[in-house]
């Protein structure tokens, strides 16, 4: 049974930092590409970043490029993402997401058969 779970969201004042994890199970993380993504209250979901584990290229939204890094540790089946210089327009709920197969499209929610419970992160002007 694969399981992803969230950890490190909370409540920050902008321009600070949080760090989020998703611990991984029952997947060969490995293998495919691990994702996050975010919904903001009344908005769609949203891509944020991904990597490809195999090649370990990155991915990023514009929206937060320059401020979020997201890695993996492939021994912990575990992977991060670092959000600094925060906004209020990042307030969201962060999902992590797992495929059961090949992404193409790493942005695309559909791409992806696994998801976390989400973390809840609120950044305060």
């Known amino acids: 049974q694969v399981q992803l779970v969230e950890s490190g969201g909370g409540s920050v004042q902008a321009g600070d930092s949080l760090s989020l994890s998703c611990a991984v199970s029952?997947?060969?993380?490995?293998?495919?590409?691990m994702a996050w993504f975010r919904r903001a209250p009344g908005k769609e979901r949203e891509f944020v970043a991904a990597i490809r584990s195999a090649t370990d290229t990155i991915f990023y939204a514009d929206s937060v490029k320059g401020r979020f890094t997201i890695s993996k540790d492939n021994a912990k089946s575990t992977v991060y993402l670092q959000m600094n210089s925060l906004k209020p327009e990042d307030t969201a709920v962060y999902y992590c997401?797992?495929?059961?197969?090949?992404?193409?499209?790493?942005?695309?929610?559909?791409?992806?058969?696994?998801w976390g419970q989400g973390a809840q992160v609120t950044v305060s002007s």
């Open positions: 029952g997947h060969p993380f490995t293998t495919y590409m």
């Open positions: 997401a797992a495929p059961n197969n090949r992404v193409i499209t790493p942005a695309r929610a559909s791409a992806y058969a696994y």
